[in-house]
């Protein structure tokens, strides 16, 4: 494997911290990326051995256990093998600013090999340097690698697109959604396509209802700065949930090979919309004061840094339908919160009822369900058998299984991906615009007032849709 230069712009900020560089010591501990060099660049004064201090304290104990915390999953542990001190203690810092391009040239002028270019960003000074990187000759083979939020909405997201494809090549950017890193999210990939007992009842003739679920006791922990813009619609929805329906709703791809997998994914959600009206598709909320674990939350609207006139919600629900020869008349209710008292992050499949059950079989009228737990890593399977006592009466059982976590956290996976140059995991220009699309009238309809932001007091479980039936 030739040398490669990573270079992070926006490095002093909270993703490099507590995500990127974690993930990024899990892989060179792991082994991988031999002969890589790191670069900082942000517009802070800061000095090579600033840069290392802080590339070691997220590579080791510290930086991991953050990393997990926000993951919701890993337990703390230490990136601090060789490979990945040696990268720490000859990490460069190079002061930049990112518009400028004559800056951006003397950045570049420090690589060696084939270079990586992080945007760690604020996504309008991504878009600005995008513009600068227009100036400027990048090294031959250069994979950008990109952030959530992707644009601001279809039309933005098509003239980032548009601009990335005026510096490289499609399938040398990477638009990182860490959930397609995530093994229980990948795991929905070999549970359907390589085997034979849930495939072929994954249909709208064997299924009621898909819910892709991630609520979670977080409330905003300080990071007004982001998500007070965001809301739960942009920051869950439009990006995460909706990479996790197109796992469950795909066609099986001949092969792995990223152009085919890319291509079965874009299909589905080509063919996704919002189920009805906005008014009864769709349900924003925003937390109110409330106790959560023994912690007493304050309103959303009085946590320094939120602009309580913009309406952020911090819970969103909005009902779809997948319009394929499969799936067409299943609704999917994709929902995210924050501050909510039960933590729940999965994807539930509810089958139908059979056409009938006999008559002298009472007692237990569950439906049957497939439920993909998304942290801590988990299979369950709800369904009814005679049980133990009288052989007439149904007893609801639950078989389950806990699989262990990869041996990477999620963006150590996705930087994996952007290494070995394989896009497989990352999201393809036309995806990330048809997924603005599908929320668009969400959006429209919110900014609108035609559906009134909700209140919910933290640590209660929150308003939800009744499904369509
Ligand atoms: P921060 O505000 O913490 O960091 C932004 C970084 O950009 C800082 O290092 C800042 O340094 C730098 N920067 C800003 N302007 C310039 C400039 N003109 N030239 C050079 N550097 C500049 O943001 P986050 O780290 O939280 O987020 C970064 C991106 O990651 C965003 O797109 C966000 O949406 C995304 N993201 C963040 C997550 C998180 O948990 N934080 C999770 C998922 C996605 P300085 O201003 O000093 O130069």
Redesign the pocket.
């Known amino acids: 494997m030739t040398d490669q230069t990573l270079i992070i712009?926006?490095?002093?900020?909270?993703?490099?911290a507590?995500?990127l560089l974690p993930g990024l010591g899990a892989l060179l501990t792991a082994g991988h990326v031999p002969g890589l060099t790191l670069i900082g660049?942000?517009?802070?004064d800061w000095d090579d051995a600033r840069w290392r201090q802080r590339v070691h304290d997220s590579f080791g104990a510290h930086g991991a256990s953050a990393a997990a915390e926000?993951a919701g999953q890993r337990p703390p542990a230490t990136y601090t093998a060789p490979a990945a001190s040696d990268v720490a203690d000859r990490a460069r810092w190079v002061r930049?600013?990112?518009?400028d391009p004559d800056d951006l040239r003397r950045l570049l002028g420090e690589v060696h090999g084939s270079a990586v270019i992080f945007f760690?960003?604020?996504?309008a000074?991504?878009a600005k340097a995008c513009e600068a990187l227009l100036g400027v000759d990048l090294p031959a083979g250069t994979r950008l690698v990109l952030?959530?939020?992707f644009g601001t909405g279809s039309a933005s997201a098509a003239e980032l697109n548009a601009l990335l494809s005026r510096l490289v090549p499609e399938e040398q950017v990477h638009r990182v959604d860490h959930f397609l890193g995530k093994s229980t999210v990948l795991n929905i990939l070999g549970l359907r396509f390589a085997n034979r007992i849930f495939e072929p009842v994954l249909d709208a003739m064997h299924v009621e209802s898909v819910e892709i679920v991630f609520d979670e006791n977080l409330a905003l922990e300080g990071?007004a700065?982001?998500y007070d813009k965001a809301g739960a619609l942009a920051d869950m929805i439009q990006s995460h949930l909706l990479q996790i329906l197109a796992l469950i709703t795909m066609e099986a791809p001949f092969t792995m090979a990223a152009a085919e997998f890319r291509d079965r994914k874009a299909d589905v959600l080509r063919a996704t919309r919002l189920w009805d009206d906005p008014a009864t598709s769709s349900l924003r909320a925003r937390y109110t004061a409330g106790d959560l674990d023994g912690r007493k939350l304050p309103d959303y609207a009085d946590e320094p840094g939120v602009d309580a006139a913009r309406g952020t919600e911090t819970l969103a629900e909005i009902v779809l339908a997948v319009d394929t020869w499969r799936w067409a008349g299943v609704p999917f209710r994709l929902r995210s919160g924050k501050a909510v008292g039960d933590s729940r992050k999965e994807a539930v499949i509810t089958f139908k009822r059979p056409p009938r059950v006999p008559d002298g079989l009472h007692g237990c009228d569950q439906p049957d369900r497939l439920r993909i737990g998304f942290g801590p890593d988990h299979l369950a399977i709800d369904f009814n058998i005679n049980g133990p006592g009288d052989p007439f009466e149904l007893d609801p059982v639950t078989l389950e299984a806990d699989f262990g976590q990869g041996d990477l956290p999620p963006y150590g996976e996705v930087l994996r991906g952007v290494f070995s140059d394989d896009p497989t995991l990352s999201v393809r220009a036309d995806t990330a615009e048809q997924c603005w699309r599908i929320v668009e009238p969400v959006i429209e309809a919110w900014h609108s007032g035609a559906v009134p932001l909700r209140e919910y007091p933290a640590g209660s479980s929150g308003p939800t849709l009744p499904l369509p039936r």
């Open positions: 712009l926006g490095a002093s900020g909270d993703l490099t507590r995500l660049a942000a517009t802070d926000s930049t600013d990112v518009t760690a960003l604020p996504p000074v991504t952030e959530k939020p990071r700065g982001y």
